[in-house]
């Protein structure tokens, strides 16, 4: 995340809050930051643990919970998930430090029209912005910015929608969806692709705040 980049200097101190596989914490670790990310799914801890460099470390931590770490822990937060994150974020990060988040609220909106069944059809009662809103009115953070960002790519095969649906599931689970699936998938392909392949859109919340 570029916005990211502009905030880090050597000695950086980062949280990424849901680190997954880390690999935007190494990046940031590269850039010279002192990386901690957290994720509630002990195997991509242990996957980013295996790659990490020497200014990267990564726990088991849910953000549902209250987090391990002392006030004013952090220079930075960056979150990619949704946003339970801010509860605590004015409490770990120093004052006048950066929070930001990129949550994810529409994703490849387009593949539940096309393959009701394989993707749940959002329900008209959730509401990401309102949560937000919310949330991010009860956090303590200051000089709050909520942009939306659309994302617009082009799947270019069948399996890529295998790959999307099946993100952080076993191998088993990943087989059984694609012999269930694949035929109807391949179908939508040759309905619904073009050149460039089968356009997809995903809307994010952009969130930016500074810790008071
Ligand atoms: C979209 S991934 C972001 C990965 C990483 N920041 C990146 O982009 O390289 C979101 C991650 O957040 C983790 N996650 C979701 N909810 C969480 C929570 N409440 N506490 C900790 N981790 C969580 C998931 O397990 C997943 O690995």
Request: charge should be negative; aromatic fraction near 8%.
């Given at each position: 995340?570029?916005?990211?980049?502009?905030?880090?200097?050597s000695g950086?101190?980062?949280?990424?809050?849901?680190?997954g596989?880390?690999?935007?914490a190494?990046?940031?670790a590269?850039?010279?930051?002192?990386?901690?990310?957290?994720?509630?799914?002990?195997?991509?801890?242990?996957?980013?643990?295996?790659?990490?460099?020497?200014q990267a470390?990564?726990?088991?931590a849910?953000t549902?919970e209250?987090?391990?770490?002392a006030?004013d822990s952090?220079d930075?937060i960056?979150?990619?998930k949704?946003?339970?994150?801010y509860?605590?974020?004015?409490r770990?990060?120093?004052r006048?430090?950066?929070?930001?988040?990129?949550?994810p609220?529409?994703?490849?909106?387009?593949?539940p029209?096309?393959?009701?069944?394989?993707?749940?059809?959002?329900?008209?009662?959730h509401?990401?912005?309102?949560t937000?809103?919310?949330?991010?009115?009860?956090?303590?953070?200051?000089?709050i910015?909520?942009?939306?960002?659309?994302?617009?790519e082009y799947?270019?095969m069948?399996?890529?929608?295998i790959?999307?649906?099946?993100?952080?599931?076993?191998?088993?689970?990943?087989?059984?969806?694609h012999?269930?699936?694949?035929?109807?998938?391949?179908?939508?392909?040759q309905?619904?692709a073009?050149?460039?392949?089968?356009?997809?859109?995903?809307?994010?919340?952009?969130?930016?705040a500074?810790?008071?």
């Amino acid at each position: 995340m570029s916005l990211l980049s502009e905030w880090i200097v050597s000695g950086t101190r980062v949280l990424d809050a849901g680190c997954g596989h880390g690999d935007e914490a190494e990046y940031w670790a590269s850039l010279g930051a002192d990386v901690i990310g957290v994720d509630f799914s002990q195997a991509y801890v242990d996957a980013a643990s295996h790659r990490a460099g020497r200014q990267a470390r990564y726990i088991w931590a849910s953000t549902k919970e209250s987090l391990p770490f002392a006030d004013d822990s952090f220079d930075v937060i960056y979150t990619k998930k949704g946003p339970s994150v801010y509860r605590e974020a004015n409490r770990l990060t120093r004052r006048g430090g950066r929070v930001a988040g990129l949550h994810p609220d529409r994703v490849m909106a387009e593949l539940p029209e096309l393959l009701p069944g394989l993707f749940p059809v959002a329900s008209e009662a959730h509401s990401l912005e309102h949560t937000l809103q919310t949330r991010l009115r009860q956090s303590g953070l200051d000089q709050i910015e909520m942009r939306p960002l659309r994302h617009i790519e082009y799947l270019q095969m069948p399996e890529d929608v295998i790959r999307y649906r099946c993100f952080g599931q076993s191998e088993n689970v990943r087989g059984t969806v694609h012999d269930a699936w694949i035929d109807e998938i391949t179908n939508v392909f040759q309905r619904c692709a073009d050149v460039r392949g089968l356009r997809v859109t995903s809307d994010f919340w952009l969130i930016t705040a500074v810790a008071d």
